[in-house]
């Protein structure tokens, strides 16, 4: 399984970006596909995620700028972003979950920059 993120980039204060994750299999392979994003010296922490049922689960500070979607067709799960704040720097990874006989199978793609300027 590989998940190839991209879309990232150099971004200003209050624009707008949309990061996409292929994966190399259905998506309906995995249980939920997600984003999450890691700043410098901070901690991973979750994005978004959406479910093969299409529920959807947001970071509460970022509820209403950022809109996580799937496109079956095309293996792509998609982050859209807007009023990016500079706070959002981050590399932003795709993650890819699914468990299978009780074990927990955890893919993540290699990771996108978005940078956002003031």
């Known amino acids: 399984v590989q998940l190839q993120a991209s879309g990232g980039g150099l971004v200003q204060s209050e624009g707008s970006l949309t990061l996409s994750c292929a994966a190399s299999v259905s998506i309906f392979t995995f249980d939920a596909v997600g984003w999450f994003r890691q700043a410098p010296g901070k901690q991973r922490e979750l994005v978004a995620s959406?479910?093969?049922?299409?529920?959807?689960n947001y970071a509460d500070s970022l509820k209403g700028r950022f809109t996580i979607s799937r496109d079956n067709a095309k293996n792509t799960v998609y982050l859209q972003m807007n009023k990016l704040k500079p706070e959002d720097t981050a590399v932003y990874y795709c993650?890819?979950?699914?468990?299978?006989?009780?074990?927990?199978?955890?893919?993540w793609g290699q990771g996108t920059l978005v940078t956002v300027s003031s």
């Open positions: 993650n890819a979950g699914v468990v299978k006989d009780k074990r927990p199978y955890d893919y």
């Open positions: 959406i479910s093969r049922g299409d529920a959807t």
